[in-house]
C-alpha cells in the first residue's frame, strides 16, 4: 500500500463521518427528532363579509347634446 491509498481510505472515512454527523444535526424534517406540538390558533375560521359594498363615487356620463 501506498501513500494515495492510505490517504484515499482515511479520506472516505472522514467523509462517511461528516456525513452522519450531517444527517444527525442537520435540518432534514423530523427524521429522528421528537415531534413538536401543534401551536394552538384562536378560531376564526368564519370570517363576517361586509354588509353593502362601499360607496363609490358619482357616475359621470357624457350625455350628447
Not at 11 to 20: E, F, K, M, R, T
Not at 27 to 32: H, L, N, V, Y
Not at 52 to 64: K, L
Amino acid at each position: 500500500m501506498n501513500s494515495q491509498s492510505i490517504a484515499g481510505i482515511l479520506g472516505a472515512i472522514v467523509a462517511s463521518i461528516v456525513l452522519v454527523v450531517a444527517f444527525a444535526f442537520g435540518p432534514i424534517g423530523q427524521f429522528g427528532k421528537p415531534a413538536k406540538p401543534a401551536s394552538v390558533q384562536p378560531a376564526q375560521a368564519v370570517q363576517q363579509a361586509p354588509a353593502a359594498p362601499a360607496p363609490r363615487g358619482p357616475v359621470i356620463r357624457e350625455v350628447p347634446n
